[in-house]
């Protein structure tokens, strides 16, 4: 009987460690199983934040398929799905003349895709017009 009880305390606390919420680039909360591991990949770039979100909105949307964007708050976000992945992509500018982006990778169930996050983020640096 004891043991039981233990494994389901063990089991119990487990899951209560494992799960959470994360905080998504657009501001919104979504539950995760690993809400802690890394997600975000940041860049900077000498360019103007609408030359990267229209290079970011080229490279979703051939990589996938765009679900939305927000001009409106600071930071500018758009969001999209590539395969089971929902990717954020947030441009503002930090200096003048300088730029960040962040790409925000996570798979269906929550946990992190730092791997698709890098690819999209490079994907983004090449798709920017030379200077």
Known sequence: MKKNVFALLAACTLIALFTGCYSTL?????????????DTITSRYERPVDQIVEAAKNVLTHNGT?????????PVTVE????????????????????????????????????????????????????
């Open 26 to 38: 657009d501001g919104h909360m979504k539950p995760a199983v690993v809400p802690f591991a890394k």
């Open 66 to 74: 765009l679900t939305g964007e927000n001009r409106i708050s600071n």
């Open 80 to 131: 999209a799905k590539i395969d089971t992945r929902t990717v954020w992509v947030a441009v503002d500018e930090v200096e003048p003349k300088i730029s960040r982006v962040r790409v925000q990778v996570r798979k269906k169930g929550g946990s992190p895709d730092i791997d698709l996050a890098s690819e999209i983020d490079k994907q983004i640096a090449l798709q920017l017009p030379r200077q």
